[in-house]
């Protein structure tokens, strides 16, 4: 019987080509370029069972995400468990619209409402240093994952200080004496009944960060509610959304007294966030 290669094992695969190159590299511990350099290397056989392993997983469905253990997000690699949600590349404008609102800030102070792994807060904190960054999170598994994202991927010495990581149902953990230059979250929005909850990666994510079990918007309410009295004078809110929410939200932000309401779209062209200024 011949040996089996990285080669052979592509060519079998039952996934798409990129799914079964990012587990297979897993398996092996290699660059990805060496399997090309080492495609026709014969492989033990206990790597070719590690690869066969995480495969038939994958093709039952579970998030490629959370097979390797990582997801990348605004240029930096973050642990991913199922204790929370994976990262998206949608979720990217929610970062860069909020680094748009800190220009000009000196020490700028941002809160993200439902850290999850982090992604949001921590690709803040490392494209600005000097941010002070607080990151709430109803889960303690969660936050279990996002500070050792902290830990890993940001600098001990910015200036900014450490991450503030919090556990917290929305605001009501947070000190009432703070106030917020950039609120940001990527709150459940998913209504309960949709059955994307029951399709593909979303059946191994945890429920609680994607539904809020009523109509997609309670968790927005809270979140839009609250804001006014946790900005400072002409702060922001920019919050992520689902596809046909937005009108809903600029409703719900027009309400609160925001000025400048507005959404912004994803590279899909999908109304992915909404936000607005509170009057100077």
């Known amino acids: 019987m011949s040996p089996t290669t990285p080669a052979a094992l592509l060519r079998a695969s039952r996934l798409p080509p990129l799914e079964a190159r990012i587990l297979l590299t897993h398996a092996l511990g290699w660059r990805r370029t060496e399997l090309i350099t080492r495609s026709d290397d014969a492989l033990d056989p206990a790597a070719v069972a590690r690869y066969q392993a995480l495969e038939a997983r994958r093709v039952a469905g579970e998030p490629v995400a ?31 619209t909020a680094l748009v609102a800190m220009e000009g800030i000196s020490r700028p102070r941002v809160l993200d409402l439902g850290a999850g792994t982090g992604a949001i807060a921590i690709a803040i904190a490392s494209t600005r240093p000097d941010a002070r960054v607080w990151a709430l999170d109803r889960s303690a598994e969660a936050l279990v994952v996002a500070t050792r994202n902290a830990t890993r991927l940001l600098d001990a010495q910015r200036p900014g200080g450490a991450l503030v990581l919090t556990q917290s149902n929305w605001y009501e953990a947070l000190d009432a004496t703070l106030r917020f230059d950039v609120i940001v979250s990527n709150p ?90 509170l009057p100077g």
């Open 66 to 96: 959370q097979l390797v253990g990582t997801r990348e997000f605004f240029g930096l690699d973050f642990d991913v468990t199922p204790d929370v949600l994976i990262p998206r590349p949608e979720t990217e404008l929610l970062v860069e």
């Open 188 to 277: 459940p929005y998913i209504a309960s009944g949709d059955p994307h909850l029951s399709e593909g990666d979303l059946r191994f994510e945890p429920r609680g960060a994607l539904t809020d079990e009523a109509d997609g918007l309670s968790a927005i309410r809270a979140i839009v509610a609250g804001a006014p009295t946790r900005l400072s004078a002409k702060g922001v809110l920019w919050i992520e959304h689902g596809y046909d929410q937005a009108e809903a939200v600029r409703a719900l932000l027009s309400a609160q007294g925001f000025a400048e309401v507005r959404s912004e779209q994803d590279l899909a062209g999908i109304e992915r966030i909404s936000g607005g200024r």
